[in-house]
């Protein structure tokens, strides 16, 4: 499935904005509460077949006293294509009380085709036809435009999935940069919104959500330090609070 894969050229950014052996890892906060959870974003090479591929997995849940109101714990994980940065395959799994969601999807770039599958409720599962587009999930996505350095003015679409959902997303930079406080210390950061500008609203951007993604520009590392995603009712924000290098 991987022969013939478009491969990214000498001296361009990776293909994958994560590389083998790099996390990050967030503090989520609620509104006025400091700690609600962690959000552990980690990538590592591993062989699949005669294949190296790069599995990024996404593990999030919620801590503290939060924690017996909302007994939250999920698991993302994604394979790409070390070379293409393509999305191979994707699988979500989390539970919150007595539900429980677990679900995959499996691209082919040969039939253009994605097999979405959910292991709860079956009749769901179905099979979507793939843009011409490369598609993400929602994490990664984000995170790749730490290598985008978008100027005041600009703007640039990305494919993004989420559970048996294609969409773009149309992603602008604030005019004005920020300055940002983790645990890490201080950076300034320029502001990232992304929105769906080019299909109807889906999802949570359909619900009236807003998102924004702060990209430090102190140093070459361009760290994704702050998340935040605005709800009608609260706002959740994952601040940076520790980094792990690449191998």
């Given at each position: 499935?991987?022969?013939?894969?478009?491969?990214?050229?000498?001296?361009?950014?990776?293909?994958?904005?994560?590389?083998?052996?790099?996390?990050?890892t967030?503090?989520?906060?609620?509104?006025?509460?400091?700690?609600?959870g962690?959000?552990?974003?980690?990538?590592?090479?591993?062989k699949?077949?005669?294949?190296?591929?790069?599995?990024v997995?996404t593990?999030?849940w919620?801590?503290?006293?939060?924690?017996?109101v909302?007994?939250?714990?999920?698991?993302?994980?994604?394979?790409?294509?070390?070379?293409?940065?393509?999305?191979l395959?994707?699988?979500?799994?989390?539970?919150?009380?007595?539900?429980?969601v677990?679900?995959?999807?499996?691209?082919?770039?040969?039939?253009?085709?994605?097999?979405?599958?959910?292991?709860?409720?079956p009749?769901?599962?179905?099979?979507?036809?793939?843009?011409?587009?490369?598609?993400?999930?929602?994490?990664?996505?984000?995170?790749?435009?730490?290598?985008?350095?978008?100027?005041p003015?600009?703007s640039r679409?990305?494919?993004?999935?989420?559970?048996?959902?294609?969409?773009?997303l149309?992603?602008?930079?604030e005019?004005?940069?920020?300055?940002?406080?983790?645990?890490?210390?201080?950076?300034?950061?320029?502001?990232?919104?992304?929105?769906?500008?080019?299909s109807?609203?889906?999802?949570?951007?359909k619900?009236?959500?807003?998102?924004?993604?702060?990209?430090?520009?102190?140093?070459?590392?361009?760290?994704?330090?702050?998340?935040?995603?605005?709800?009608?009712?609260?706002?959740?924000?994952?601040?940076l609070?520790?980094?792990?290098?690449?191998?």
């Open positions: 499935m991987l022969a013939g894969l478009p491969r990214a050229g000498a001296g361009e950014p990776p293909a994958v904005a994560l590389r083998d052996g790099e996390s990050l967030y503090n989520v906060r609620w509104g006025l509460i400091p700690t609600v962690r959000i552990k974003i980690s990538a590592e090479a591993i699949q077949g005669t294949e190296s591929v790069l599995r997995t593990t999030t919620t801590r503290g006293p939060a924690r017996a909302f007994p939250f714990d999920g698991r993302g994980e994604s394979i790409y294509d070390t070379k293409s940065g393509l999305l395959s994707s699988s979500e799994w989390s539970t919150y009380r007595n539900k429980e677990k679900n995959s999807v499996l691209f082919d770039y040969v039939k253009m085709t994605a097999t979405f599958t959910d292991d709860i409720h009749e769901k599962s179905r099979t979507m036809a793939i843009p011409n587009e490369d598609p993400s999930d929602l994490i990664l996505a984000l995170i790749n435009t730490r290598f985008w350095d978008l100027k003015g600009a679409d990305t494919l993004v999935i989420f559970e048996d959902q294609i969409y773009p149309t992603i602008r930079p005019p004005e940069t920020d300055t940002v406080f983790t645990a890490m210390g201080f950076f300034t950061a320029q502001v990232l919104v992304p929105r769906m500008e080019k109807a609203p889906i999802g949570m951007f619900r009236g959500s807003t998102v924004r993604v702060w990209i430090e520009t102190d140093d070459a590392r361009r760290l994704p330090v702050r998340f935040e995603v605005g709800f009608r009712f609260g706002t959740g924000t994952a601040t609070i520790e980094y792990q290098p690449p191998k």
